[in-house]
């Protein structure tokens, strides 16, 4: 298995417990966040903690309508790796991988890639404060502010918001069976174009006018 991938497999799934009195857990329909256009950018990084190691990635995640890029940067030596995706195709190039893999889903990307199981597509919608499934379990303080979410054995707690995008986390804790990770996403760029497609994938955004 390739040194990289070895190090990363179940940061590609991302929490730790916050308890909160006095809030209402319910299930909900699956919703998307408003505070997202079409295309956006986020900037950010994760200390992530497995069984067997820990590390810290960075990475910058790139949406446009359906289609994102994801490029994720180690420590020093880790090396680089690139995600590209779209409904029915998810493309993954890196450092230390002789070719491209591509699978249907990130689900099964990472089980071939790594022979293990997240849920890795729920953790897309997490990072943007969303719920993935209509059996979430989601948790708001009396304001409505979203607190937690608890959904595919993973629980995720919204610690900390961003101040230019008050509906948008800044910083949060995700726990799993594979693992737990902290994320803070330190960026948040809402006023990009829209990314270009190519034939390996969407391209980087155009930039807006």
Request: negative net charge.
């Amino acid at each position: 298995m390739p040194a990289l991938l070895r190090s990363w497999r179940p940061a590609a799934a991302l929490a730790a417990t916050l308890l909160v009195s006095a809030c209402a857990t319910r299930p909900v329909t699956v919703w998307t966040n408003p505070a997202l256009p079409e295309h956006w950018e986020a900037e950010g990084k994760a200390a992530v903690r497995t069984a067997e190691r820990g590390t810290n990635i960075y990475f910058t995640w790139t949406q446009s309508g359906p289609a994102y890029q994801i490029v994720v940067r180690g420590p020093l030596g880790l090396g680089r790796a690139e995600l590209h995706g779209q409904p029915g195709l998810v493309k993954l190039t890196a450092d230390n991988l002789d070719k491209e893999v591509s699978a249907s889903s990130l689900e099964e990307l990472l089980e071939m890639t790594t022979r293990h199981q997240a849920p890795v597509s729920h953790a897309l919608h997490w990072l943007k404060a969303e719920p993935a499934t209509p059996a979430a379990e989601v948790v708001r303080n009396p304001e409505g502010k979203l607190l937690q979410i608890k959904e595919a054995g993973w629980t995720i707690d919204y610690l900390e918001w961003s101040q230019e995008a008050p509906n948008l986390p800044r910083r949060l804790s995700l726990k799993g069976p594979e693992g737990q990770a902290t994320v803070v996403i330190g960026l948040w760029r809402l006023d990009i174009g829209p990314m270009t497609t190519t034939a390996e994938g969407p391209a980087v955004p155009e930039p807006a006018l």
